[in-house]
């Protein structure tokens, strides 16, 4: 059973800083994209960032592009989502999850596995 649990989120001030982290049990972790989603009150899901199993490619939502860096440590097995510049729109749950597909990665169901969540808040 795979387990991804985030850490790093907080309330920040606009144009503030956050690094989220999640960190993936099993000794596969390099063989997978992962992703980052988020999710705020009274809307869906939505795709942020993802990253190849090696980390020679990401991907990211237009709303974060040149604000948000997603990175991961293999040898750690751990990935990273890199939050500058942040804005009050950018307040949600953020999810990390295991891809199964690069062709997917930008959708939820292209992911078999998912953290519980950690609350980002991003006040004016």
């Known amino acids: 059973q795979v387990q991804l649990v985030e850490s790093g989120g907080g309330l920040v001030q606009a144009g503030g800083s956050l690094r989220l982290s999640c960190a993936a049990s099993g000794r596969t972790f390099s063989n997978y994209a992962m992703g980052w989603f988020r999710q705020a009150p009274g809307k869906e899901r939505e795709f942020v960032a993802a990253?190849?199993?090696?980390?020679?490619?990401?991907h990211y939502a237009d709303s974060v592009k040149g604000r948000f860096t997603i990175s991961r440590d293999n040898a750690k097995n751990t990935v990273y989502l890199q939050m500058n510049n942040l804005k009050s729109e950018d307040t949600a749950v953020y999810y990390c999850?295991?891809?199964?597909?690069?062709?997917?990665?930008?959708?939820?169901?292209?992911?078999?596995?998912w953290g519980q969540g950690t609350q980002v808040t991003v006040s004016a």
């Open positions: 999850a295991r891809g199964s597909s690069w062709y997917a990665v930008a959708a939820a169901y292209g992911y078999g596995y």
């Open positions: 990253i190849s199993g090696a980390g020679q490619t990401t």
